[in-house]
């Protein structure tokens, strides 16, 4: 079987002689398949350099992970241990508390109960839009 790319034309000049044979296929079909070819391999390249960075992102990713695992592990056991230490020596242990709080006002002083004001008061929190 031929393909339609595969056969060409003989040109036949006024003497009668064989001259240049014609591609079947016109040239800027065939300038369309290359170009659409280069393409496909550009695509493909990046594509095959993009799952690359991705595996070695998600490396990264699985590393950072492990050690974050890792760190809230040996705080939790440090927690038991002291716990266990302060009840063997007749003591309590009372966990750290976080230290920081930023607090923003983002509502006005209408409808708001007076325990609530209060407590904007003490966190000098007076006007909308400040933070402390």
Request: charged share 35%; glycine share 4%; hydrophobic share 40%.
């Amino acid at each position: 079987t031929r393909r339609s790319s595969d056969l060409s034309f003989p040109v036949v000049n006024m003497a009668g002689t064989e001259a240049k044979k014609l591609p079947s296929v016109p040239e800027s079909l065939i300038k369309r398949r290359k170009a659409f070819a280069a393409m496909k391999a550009n695509r493909i390249k990046k594509t095959v350099a993009l799952k690359k960075l991705r595996k070695s992102k998600r490396k990264l990713i699985y590393k950072r992970a492990e050690s974050y695992h890792k760190e809230y592990r040996q705080m939790y056991r440090r927690e038991i241990r002291m716990f266990r230490m302060a009840r063997k020596a007749g003591n309590y242990y009372v966990p750290a508390q976080p230290k920081l709080a930023f607090v923003i006002r983002i509502r006005g002083i209408n409808g708001v109960s007076p325990k609530v004001r209060k407590v904007l008061q003490l966190l000098r929190l007076r006007q909308i839009g400040r933070a402390h």
